[in-house]
């Protein structure tokens, strides 16, 4: 099972970029890497998904380098409502799927 | 928009109780999921289902036991509760055949065994 590290938490201010990293040196072919997001007294919400290279949506961008041993997960001008617990995923295939600790991501004025 | 929902926030039993925490979906998803959260320890699968009547360990399966009769509906079984599974309980549901797809997670159950 491909295994998860991330920072266990980040501080930013508002209107800043936040980049959180994940490290997974034993993922498989076949795995994706998935971040969530996950608010107090709230299940966890997916943010975004991806194999390879770079993936961009309307709230975050994904970077993969080549050799996928690691994930980046950017915010572009967070605001004080993206205070969460940010979790990177890496899975694929039946019930293979491993959860990081999680990164608290504490957004100040 | 998919709406997981659990039977409970919060739950308190005894020790030794039998414990059923009932899940969900409104969006004919195949696959459904428990896990269990507690702090500093992130998400952990407890189990796994892909089909009606079908079931897969997770990582932490010891203690629990799963039912899914319907599609829409997958059940966590605490046979004889113990302390030390206090936790939060987190259901999911997703579409398609394997785990590369999103997860709906519903809103959780805090249970507090005694």
């Known amino acids: 099972l491909a295994k998860t590290t991330q920072p266990i938490s980040m501080d930013s201010y508002e209107g800043q970029e936040v980049n959180i990293t994940c490290s997974h040196n034993n993922i498989a072919t076949n795995d994706y890497i998935t971040w969530y997001q996950q608010f107090p007294s709230q299940g966890p919400r997916f943010i975004i998904q991806g194999y390879k290279t770079k993936v961009t949506n309307e709230v975050a961008s994904l970077f993969i380098p080549a050799d996928r041993k690691s994930s980046t997960l950017s915010l572009p001008r967070v605001s004080l409502s993206d205070t969460a617990v940010y979790y990177c995923?890496?899975?694929?295939?039946?019930?293979?799927?491993?959860f990081g600790a999680g990164t608290i991501l504490r957004v100040k004025s | 928009d998919v709406k997981v929902t659990q039977s409970s926030r919060y739950l308190v039993k005894r020790t030794g109780e039998k414990v059923f925490l009932e899940c969900v979906q409104d969006?004919?998803?195949?696959?459904m999921f428990w896990y269990r959260q507690d702090p500093g320890l992130g998400l952990r699968l407890i189990y796994f289902s892909y089909d009606v009547k079908m079931k897969e360990k997770g990582d932490i399966p010891e203690g629990y036991s799963v039912s899914r009769e319907k599609k829409e509906r997958f059940s966590l079984i605490l046979e004889s509760a113990s302390t030390n599974q206090t936790s939060m309980y987190l259901c999911?549901?997703?579409?398609?055949?394997?785990?590369?797809?999103?997860?709906?997670f519903g809103p959780g159950t805090r249970l507090t065994v005694t």
């Open positions: 995923l890496v899975g694929g295939g039946g019930n293979k799927l491993v």
């Open positions: 969006m004919d998803h195949e696959n």
């Open positions: 999911a549901s997703s579409i398609g055949t394997g785990d590369t797809y999103e997860q709906y």
